[in-house]
């Protein structure tokens, strides 16, 4: 694979991302994505300086094939998925997802959201990242965690 840089920032931080307006609802989203491969050093540090700035959970699972495990806020969670569709892949895809409402009334703000978010997750907040032959153990904190059938719908398998 080409060593390319890939812009992790994509226009955004978290610094800007946190001063959002309050909002009146609140979800936690949870996605996974199956890329042809996870490679280039500069993927993999574009995806963990992504996750970071956006505060999003994120597991993945580098080598032929790459998975990435992705737990956050929604908003968070789809600019991530945004942000990484414009690098280059030869394949990248959402083959799962799944939203818990947390809030749906009043004002709520930054850090509230933050709060209602953190203490929904099933999956560690943080970047984690698996080695090519290591996909039992992504499944493993998967199952772990209750999410056996989101990781399942990487290989298509599981219900919607």
């Known amino acids: 694979e080409e ?57 993945v699972k580098i080598g032929w094939p790459g998975v990435i495990v992705l737990e956050g806020e929604t908003r968070r969670v789809e600019e991530f998925v945004s942000c990484a569709q414009r690098w280059r892949w030869k394949q990248l895809v959402v083959r799962g997802e799944m939203r818990v409402e947390l809030a749906s009334s009043g004002t709520i703000s930054g850090d509230a959201t ?36 989101l990781f399942l719908r990487v290989f298509k398998k599981g219900g919607q």
């Open 114 to 149: 933050s709060s209602l978010v953190d203490a929904a997750r099933a999956l560690p907040k943080a970047f984690v990242e698996f080695g090519p032959t290591e996909m039992s153990a992504l499944a493993q904190l998967c199952r772990d965690a209750g999410l056996e059938e």
């Open 3 to 59: 060593e390319e840089e890939e812009d992790p920032s994509c226009g955004t931080t978290r610094q800007a991302t946190s001063r959002s307006p309050a909002h009146d609802h609140v979800s936690l989203s949870r996605k996974i994505l199956y890329a042809h491969h996870i490679i280039a050093d500069s993927k993999r540090r574009a995806l963990r300086e992504l996750a970071v700035d956006l505060g999003v959970g994120a597991a």
